[in-house]
């Protein structure tokens, strides 16, 4: 077994058992739901995971890590989905991620024939954990500050999300998504742009006026 | 159900219409304030709602997201059926219901109101909500996430645009359908399963598809 099960972070009132994994680097006041998100997390990687300050990982999300995924959440931001990785995914800061939503750095080739998925699946009884392994080389998934995605929305390989944008519920995302967008549907269609009035200025008013004084409901130390 | 009264198999408790008590018994009458026999989720039922005759449901988690503080919360009519529903009125919030109407394992997520006419069917995995439940302006949702976030105040959040949703009589909402903020279904519509419903959609449409066209 991987080091990943060394030093695990038990937690009262968790009702899952399995603990967070000591390669998850957790920032001041976060809020994990339950250890049960890294129950599907294999990844070895000694800082696989970051969640930055006063973010949360709420009851749907969930880290589907294969041994060398490295996933980064930036400080603030809300998740309650699922993140697919084998190498990559780099979520920013003020993002929102809602119930559903599904981002993926890895899923099956185009060109991969019936015979090759047999051969996949067939591969996967072997692994002790039973893990899918990457159908297709990986592609670092970004979605970089204050995006939101809506539910039920799937972000694909290779995409990367700007600033700002939102994602509307149920739209799957194949190509990327420029700043301060409004994209939704099935086939993704852009349909409005958005003033990029998240500035420095208004960034430090909304600290003053909407943190909680004395207070907080992080339930992890960060380490 | 003319015949609530007269059944021989079910138990009739003022004219309600149920299987009989024991493991096998789903629903339960819905009684404004009070607990509901044998639940698995421990809340009482809230006080601040309206029931008509008949009306059951299977289990007080249906109010687990209920924090309607209006006198009246939720007004439902007579012979409805509520299976599993989230009811997750916030603050301000009024849901209402019509008569007939059967509800499985939807979402109403009302910031205001949401209004469900008669004979109204909602299959599993709907969501109904009357507003996008957070600010559209960038700098409004930088704002939503710190007070969101384990250091904010969630009693106290920017403001979001708020648009009732009304869905007309002998609707039929099919799975995992969504239906948006503003949106009013016109009488006897049909929205099929996964459609996202972004504008109105007039009496006897069927609508399907990301966003909902009207198909036939």
Known sequence: ????????????????????????????????????AFAPCLAEDESAIVLGDASGAYDQATFVLGPRARVVVGPYSVLNCHLVCEQSIR?????????????????LERDWPVERRREYLEAVIRHPHRALGPMSTPRQVVLEDNVWVGFDSVILPGVTIGRGSIIGSKTIVEEDVPAYSIVVGNPARLVRRLEPDDTESARADAFRKYLRPGGGFGNVRGH | MSNAVETTTGETHDGVTIAPEGAARMFHPLVPGKALPGDWFHRIVPANIEIGHNVVIDSSACFKHFFSKRPVGLRV??????????????????????????????SLVCSERISIGSHVLIAGGVTIADSDFHPISPAGRIADTIAISPLGDRTHRPKIEVRPVVIEDNVWIGYNATILKGVRVGEGAVIEPGAVVLRDVPSLARVMGNPARITQ
């Open chain 2, 77 to 106: 009519g007579s012979n409805v059926t509520l299976c599993r529903a989230s009811l997750a009125a916030e603050e301000n919030g009024l849901i209402e219901i019509g008569d007939y109407c059967y509800i499985a394992n939807a």
């Open chain 1, 1 to 36: 077994m991987s080091r990943m099960n060394l030093h695990r972070t038990y937690r009262d009132n968790d009702w899952y058992p399995g603990g967070i994994p000591g390669n998850v680097v957790i920032g001041e006041h976060v809020y994990i739901e339950t250890s049960y």
């Open chain 1, 91 to 107: 979520i920013g800061g003020h993002c929102m991620l809602s119930w559903g939503v599904v981002v993926a750095d890895t899923w």
